[in-house]
């Protein structure tokens, strides 16, 4: 028998509209979607500030954690995506306040832009939860 599937959901205008969740644990596996940093109304939080946007990101992605029984330590691997490399420094600042204690495996890449302007860095997630 399978493992049963837990959802999380954000609230984000683009979880329905485009069909998916925040988080989803299977088992012991956990993977969180890419996060930007939206504010509570849907717009971006911080604009222009790297550092704190990558902050929120992480808050967004510590709470769909919790909804389906795991925390930021469980995290095993990030991917930061980011529209602007020369700002690495604030973006892995906002990283290693996370996860100086349990630093997981991470890339940080560069694209070209994000889904909205405003938005400076995205941020994906695994973790694995311990029995």
């Known amino acids: 028998m399978s493992a049963p ?3 999380a959901f954000s ?9 998916y969740c925040r988080a989803l644990r299977r088992g012991a596996h956990v993977w969180v979607t ?5 504010d509570e109304k849907g717009g971006v ?4 500030d790297p550092q704190a946007q990558a902050r929120r990101c992480f808050e967004i992605i510590a709470a769909a954690l919790v909804d389906v029984g ?3 330590s469980d995290i095993v691997r ?3 995506f980011v529209t602007d490399i020369d700002h690495w420094e604030a973006f892995g600042r906002a990283h ?7 630093p997981p ?8 832009r994000l889904i909205s302007p405003g938005f400076l860095v995205e941020i994906e997630a695994d973790a694995f939860v311990d029995d």
């Open 45 to 48: 939080f911080a604009p222009g």
């Open 11 to 19: 609230g984000a205008p683009w979880e329905a509209k485009v069909g």
């Open 34 to 38: 890419g996060t930007v940093a939206m």
């Open 70 to 72: 795991a925390t930021l």
């Open 78 to 80: 990030t991917r930061m």
């Open 96 to 102: 290693g306040e996370v996860f100086s204690d349990h």
């Open 105 to 112: 495996a991470t890339s940080m890449i560069e694209i070209s």
């Open 5 to 7: 599937v837990r959802r």
